[in-house]
């Protein structure tokens, strides 16, 4: 008997619910931003849940990725300019803890969190759906926006546009 049409069946049942469940895991815009608690390449720990009452960009990014790199100088200046207001930033690299050297030396000159995703004691938003990509997180802890950065990475308008409008909703002029 001819087991290859139920290996089929199978093989695509099995194909079906792989899907299914990673795209579940994705985190979803207007709902809570999940768990995430990971070990800073400096060697502090980021808990997303202590950084509550801030705008929190999650951004994933490799050392392999042109992308990335060309966001890297966007994010730098977006953090720097408005870190005091209320913004909080992770970069979390999808490489390998065997490209740490790399990840560092990547990352001279930029000021902002860093870490390995895979070093992550919880990490509900799991792997990405394409790097770079950015979440955006209100200060009440929702996610507001997902950014993917293209074949130029994320752009200081981008950000501007989303992010802006969520420090002023958290801090209204005083009148």
């Not at 979803?28 to 999940?34: D, K, L, T, W, Y």
């Not at 890297?72 to 690299?93: C, D, E, N, T």
């Not at 938003?125 to 950065?149: H, K």
């Not at 074949?151 to 992010?163: I, N, R």
């Amino acid at each position: 008997m001819d087991r290859t049409p139920c290996r089929l069946r199978l093989f695509a049942v099995t194909l079906a619910l792989s899907v299914a469940a990673a795209s579940a895991a994705v985190p979803r815009i207007g709902q809570p931003a999940p768990a995430l608690i990971v070990r800073e390449l400096s060697g502090r720990t980021f808990d997303l849940a202590r950084d509550r009452g801030r705008v929190v960009l999650v951004t994933f990014w490799a050392t392999w990725c042109s992308p990335c790199h060309a966001e890297m100088p966007v994010l730098q200046s977006f953090y720097r300019r408005f870190h005091r207001r209320g913004v909080a930033l992770i970069a979390l690299s999808i490489d390998r803890a065997a490209s740490r050297a790399h990840i560092e030396q990547a990352l001279r000159g930029f000021t902002y969190p860093a870490a390995l995703a895979r070093s992550a004691r919880a990490d509900g938003f799991g792997e990405p759906l394409a790097v770079p990509m950015t979440y955006v997180i209100d200060a009440r802890g929702v996610i507001r926006a997902r950014l993917l950065g293209g074949l130029t990475g994320v752009t200081a308008d981008q950000l501007q546009a989303v992010v802006l409008p969520l420090l002023k909703a958290e801090h209204p002029p005083r009148g």
